[in-house]
């Protein structure tokens, strides 16, 4: 890894360009069931979000306070024609991904923090904050959804997991910025 003459590697992680923009919002109401696209959706710190299976679920007795750490996904809107282009198809149904936050303009896998000690957080509008906490791995449904390899299309182009430390109103349109 290499240094820039004005900074730390450290504070090189910290900078992005500009915010990005909280393009979709997706609602999985029950598994293999399709995703829904809201305009807007409540955050709940520890959960998910609200009308998302993923927040119905209660935390299982002796888990980590702050919930588990696949409480929203989130994908890049600019790997959605590249996952397309890789399945051999015109294009990509984002709702169909099962991805909860579909984010364009800002580099989402550079908020992965290289650093155990210094956490990357998205801040998404006034009130959200999200913890990154690691890949979100496509599953075989993948198959069903892009084909033949459609596994493998999405391999690396699949977003990320998150768990909600802040709660609060989300909408399309957001800004995204990491903190």
């Known amino acids: 890894m290499?240094?820039?003459a004005d900074g730390s590697l450290r504070e090189l992680t910290r900078?992005?360009?500009?915010a990005?923009?909280?393009?979709?919002?997706?609602?999985?109401p029950a598994r293999r069931?399709?995703?829904v696209s809201v305009a807007e959706a409540m955050a709940l710190a520890g959960r998910g979000l609200q009308g998302d299976r993923g927040a119905a679920t209660l935390p299982r007795a002796g888990s980590p306070a702050e919930g588990g750490k696949r409480q929203v996904t989130l994908i890049q809107a600019e790997h959605l024609p590249v996952i397309a282009a890789l399945a051999?198809?015109?294009e990509v149904d984002a709702l169909?991904?099962?991805r909860n936050l579909v984010v364009s303009g800002l580099n989402l896998l550079a908020t992965r923090s290289l650093f155990k000690d210094q956490p990357l957080q998205l801040r998404i509008g006034a009130e959200v904050v999200l913890e990154i906490t690691g890949p979100?791995?496509?599953c075989s449904r993948m198959e069903e959804l892009l084909?033949?390899?459609g596994y493998n299309a999405m391999r690396g182009h699949g977003g990320l997991t998150a768990r909600v430390r802040v709660g609060g109103r989300l909408q399309v349109g957001d800004d995204v910025v990491c903190a």
């Open 136 to 138: 979100c791995e496509p």
């Open 20 to 28: 990005g923009r909280l393009a979709l919002i997706a609602l999985r």
């Open 147 to 149: 084909g033949v390899g």
């Open 15 to 18: 900078q992005f360009p500009r």
């Open 33 to 35: 069931v399709r995703a």
């Open 88 to 90: 051999a198809q015109a």
């Open 96 to 98: 169909g991904l099962r």
């Open 2 to 4: 290499s240094l820039q």
